[in-house]
């Protein structure tokens, strides 16, 4: 089978190091160019410190055309003005775009959760990944919405470090967020859209209205949501309909067991745990924000596209500790 | 003035360590005892290793009478076999109990939020200290349900691991805890009763519901929550009605600004902020668990007891970092 | 190629479950067998959380030798124990001990430490794996000693908690190991004996003394070490006599930038930094201690044994934050 | 007695913030200004968040000399460039400088470490405020020193991220510095020359040298230090010269029991523990950086110059945990 090549625009960043790290031991995949303009000419473990001995690329600020799939891993509004440089297409090569440039109903793209658009993503030109937050809110609320079950939902997130990108600011200074917790964008995060999108993509009658406040954590990988409704269903009927919708998802599992941040992180695997008193229901869900919630779900989406395996590149060894 | 003597029964725990921080440093206190029975005749250094250069006290496994208060630092469930191992009262001693034994209406015992009952504390024979998570919740509630504007709470809070206590386990393992987040005790904490024998104090008619999820936190002290509701009243409004509620209660502070768990730490302060978006209203309120969530508050209420200033012994100086 | 067939035994601990981790994607290998007395029965996953999802093996307690490996997980003294129990071999099974029992030259043993006795372990019966500690120091020594250049080397050291296994103890404790450093067996760490023995084998004149303070971190994953010691040599001499010493070996990498923990964190890797002031020079080395300091190591050694490449299922995804 | 009035140069950083934490609870002084051109008429509360409901003072960015002591808490370079815009003094205000800019020898400036200078501290006009690696240093080296005992002396320590101040950078992100450690300046800190100078003043014949590597730890606050040397007295002598050379040094205490950082997070001690073998000593010293190793010592030698009990204002409760 012909490799996949593929080009990665944005390689500095956490999500374009992520990238690298999973496409340079991805067994069907070539990494063809990483474009960075600021570190244009550097070897990519200068930036990426952790992969000294693991690969000779630099990187570059020419992008070229002889690639099969670009990744778009450059900041929020980036993406749309590095697309309407190259007159909005790539001449047949397909786009994978890490931003939330495209989420939104963009004519011609697909919005690639694989466990609500599988099949979409496996014929797309180009497919806007979802975020970190709203992966991680979505796949604890999907089987509930297709049963028509949602309205108002509470719920509440906290996220690591690496979630706010590499840039300096007061929040990511190791002395203020070690050993601290903080709510932010509290009832506003910019992901309610994307999630309302897609649970009205499944739920057309009732109002499912998602209550978030996201909090800052005192790590650098992960993210855990408990989500709090009122649902009018057994605990036995409930966890049959999200057993029922994640049933041939490799990367989604849905737990019987307390689950916990740690098993997820370096991994690609969303955990969903549910609890229920009467009719209370709380849905736990975990993933690791820059794989599941950022690279690795880009990667998921390349081997939709590509006809590859689900897992390939991304059976991953959990860092557990 | 005289000097008020002091016993602490349970001195080896993590709020028996620090009701001994505490009170060697309290200008108006000094410690006739402290009683530990399995480290009975040890200094108390050897447990309390940061003491070191601070006090020569040893633990005994001996009671006496002759003191004007006593803190009860046991684990639940003991807390009232050492009553009733007593007779249910020490002569004259008050009685300051930091277990849940007493909380939910004892004959005798006044529940001792400050916050709530400071005047019924003032005369009180025996103070039941309320529990962390259940002053952290309360603190953000208290003014709403004075206003009686409660109906459905959702309440997601983190705690730190000395929450936990001192005993080895499992989740308690550094290998384990260290960047996690896990769920524990969802919907079905054992603080929602005191939490809502004191929503019903204030206010009798709807039915206030807190649905509490509580997480196990990657840091060893603090506590923050935020509780999601619905809410009639413009945010002026419901910030008049928190500023009213606690103007002259030296320790909770209702801030304007963001706050972060940290900014509690190692003190007796309790804060709230609060943000509304439409009628969904927001309340976080963090505070230290071991002090305004146990030994810190203790110490305010004997403080009430014996007529001395409310904050003598607590202006503590943050940790800050 | 026929796969190789490979039996745990001591599944449940750490080290156990890392083989586990590493065992399940490697390209070559099949697991046949996990022993665990105490949780015969049940799903691996019911101890290694993170594992769910990824398969489906269960915990025995019986032992077959239709296996063509078996790696020893026990604790230190139990090893010896299994193996006397099995009269001392396993009928032409090969044995890779991850315990301290056979390290100081048992006979028919060889110490498998790849970048000083790959040869040797090629051909071995049974591999004894080196320590932690062990590694790290050796691994920033072995090309000094190799030019017979050592004399008094002053090494300090941190471990993180998974270093000390999974039995709870005071300082596992996540209340008292958050935030702390601690000194432990100052002087007197076991590994100086497998040190001085490798230094020995290269380094046949002077006497090469390694006095040794390891430090508790705060951490779960990783050691980092700093050696000081005087050597009569130009900076080029000296990164020339590790250069040349670890061209070949894939996992043993000289950078000739800082180097910082996390680089290696949850990969094979040992990353070594020299630098120079006059005769003064101090070696940094750092490694992930549950892998080049134990089941990545036996992995490698593994693959050794059997011929395949040195690197197969240890091209890791570092966790890199 | 007539209170002390103390201005604060500097008041926004973290030395700075600790100056206020620690002087706001001090019984004999009053805080007559806070500079910091900055954030002039800003609450301090606006930059130091824990002090919310503490304080109502504000930054201004005029300094008045209607005050007894002046507290430097600016940069490096930055107090020499004060000092010298008002003329070398300030007319009989006394001043103490948390800079490095005076302490090598500078005429006038008395060098501020209590347990070498303390008579000298009392009586005079401008003390220069020890840096925090050199007073955990210097006070594991001292009582050595003055017995002649020092030869080469091999150091290893590491450092919370408020050693690193408030500025942004690479290795103060939290994604950087959670669970890493990496070497800086190594062989060559800046402190080196001020304990070389101390050791000298105690030491004349001999050749005391201090290798020291320095670490960046995973917390915020503390320093620990151990240091490695041959010493030809037996453990007792040591021990002796260590607990008579710190008699009635109310900070530093020589512990018989191991030693961890967070017995001294948040308070001004100084902690130290000998352990031997043969004629290999190990000192561990530790204290926390901002205090002992900076503000809590300027309060210390501010004591000292106004005749206070020296522990005045620094009998702080431990974080403990």
Known sequence: MRRVRAGIIGGAGYTGGEMIRLLINH??????????????????????????????????????????????????????????????SFDGVLVIDLSQDFRLGAPGWVYGLPELNREEIRSAQAVANPGCFATAIQLGLLPLAKAGLLGDVYSTG???STGAGQSLSTTSHFSW????????????????????????QLQASGEPAVHFTPWRGDFTRGIFISSQLRVDR????????????????????????????????????????????????????????????ASG???????????????AGLRLKANAF
Chains 1, 2, 3, 4 share one sequence.
């Open 27 to 88: 067994p069907a995949v070539d990494i063809s160019f990483i474009h960075s303009k600021s570190n244009a000419g550097k070897p990519v473990t200068v930036v990426h410190e952790d992969l000294a001995g693991d690969t000779e690329l630099t990187f570059n600020d020419e992008w070229h055309s002889e690639v099969d799939v670009v990744f778009l891993c450059v900041g929020h509004g980036e993406a749309k003005k590095f697309m309407e440089e190259h007159g909005g």
């Open 158 to 160: 906290i996220t690591g």
């Open 177 to 200: 967020r070690a050993n601290n917790i903080q709510a932010y964008k509290t009832l506003s995060h910019q992901h309610l859209k994307e999630i309302g999108q897609s649970l009205r």
């Open 234 to 293: 057994s605990p036995e009927e409930v966890l049959g309909l999200f057993e029922n919708f994640y049933k041939g998802h490799p990367f989604t599992i849905v737990s019987r067991n307390p689950i916990s941040l740690k098993q997820v992180v370096n991994t690609n695997k969303c955990l969903i745990q549910l609890e229920q008193v009467g009719s209370q229901l709380v849905v736990h869900s975990a993933l690791d924000n820059l794989l599941k919630g």
């Open 297 to 311: 779900q880009a990667v998921q989406n390349m081997n939709l596209l590509f006809g590859l395996d689900e897992t």
